[in-house]
């Protein structure tokens, strides 16, 4: 079996951990389907002797943590300390102008959170496009580069609640992007 033909099996088997994960194996789901997906990556990347397309998908996967710690690091500055918590679990939820009272001084903070966690996931989909557009060019699998359109106007869209359904049909479409992987490369 070739190297390009377990990464179709790899990357189509952690492609759909990526989207079911969560559901089936709870905690665990989406972690093995991460890995599965970054040996497929690294496989393709051996076989077309690009490094560029690991390369790009590392990015990727380092821009998502960076969106990640950045959002929950500017969260923790803005609460302060971890008394907050007891301060809101004891808050009276009923009186609506105290709750908002409270609440003013973070809603900035928060905005700003998500706002540069965005940015980040931004790039984040820019090199995935471009590992997924380098894999489309070299295995004459045109659906990798439709998979990294959408998942990028999934990133910029998803500000508004539409992202996440575009993200979700990208996470589709990149299950059957890896399950057309060829058993080997197309000769030039």
Same mark, same amino acid.
């Given at each position: 079996?070739?190297? %390009?033909? *377990?990464?179709?099996?790899?990357?189509?088997?952690? $492609? @759909?951990?990526? %989207?079911?994960?969560?559901? @089936? %194996?709870?905690?665990?789901? $989406?972690?093995i389907g991460l890995i599965l997906l970054f040996i497929a990556?690294?496989?393709?990347?051996?076989?077309?002797?690009?490094?560029?397309?690991?390369?790009?998908?590392?990015?990727? /996967?380092?821009?998502?943590?960076?969106?990640?710690?950045?959002?929950? &690091?500017? /969260?923790?500055?803005?609460?302060?300390?971890?008394?907050?918590?007891?301060?809101? *679990?004891?808050?009276?939820?009923?009186?609506?102008?105290?709750?908002?009272?409270?609440? $003013?001084?973070?809603?900035?903070?928060?905005?700003?959170?998500?706002? &540069?966690?965005?940015?980040f996931f931004i790039f984040s989909a820019l090199y995935l496009?471009?590992?997924?557009?380098?894999?489309?060019?070299?295995?004459?699998?045109?659906? /990798?580069?439709?998979?990294?359109?959408?998942?990028?106007?999934?990133?910029?869209?998803?500000?508004? $609640?539409?992202?996440?359904?575009? %993200?979700?049909?990208?996470?589709?479409?990149?299950?059957?992007?890896?399950?057309?992987?060829?058993?080997?490369?197309?000769?030039?």
């Amino acid at each position: 079996m070739s190297k %390009l033909s *377990e990464a179709k099996i790899l990357g189509g088997i952690g $492609a @759909l951990l990526m %989207l079911f994960g969560g559901f @089936l %194996l709870p905690g665990i789901g $989406a972690i093995i389907g991460l890995i599965l997906l970054f040996i497929a990556v690294k496989y393709i990347s051996n076989e077309c002797k690009d490094k560029s397309i690991f390369d790009n998908y590392l990015l990727h /996967f380092i821009y998502i943590i960076v969106s990640i710690v950045s959002i929950v &690091i500017i /969260f923790f500055i803005s609460i302060g300390s971890l008394t907050w918590f007891s301060v809101v *679990e004891s808050m009276d939820f009923t009186d609506f102008n105290s709750v908002m009272d409270f609440f $003013a001084p973070y809603i900035a903070w928060w905005v700003l959170a998500l706002v &540069i966690g965005w940015i980040f996931f931004i790039f984040s989909a820019l090199y995935l496009k471009k590992s997924y557009n380098t894999i489309a060019e070299k295995t004459n699998v045109r659906m /990798f580069r439709t998979t990294g359109l959408v998942n990028f106007i999934g990133a910029i869209t998803l500000i508004v $609640a539409i992202g996440i359904l575009i %993200l979700l049909v990208a996470r589709i479409l990149e299950i059957v992007a890896y399950f057309q992987l060829p058993d080997k490369l197309p000769s030039k």
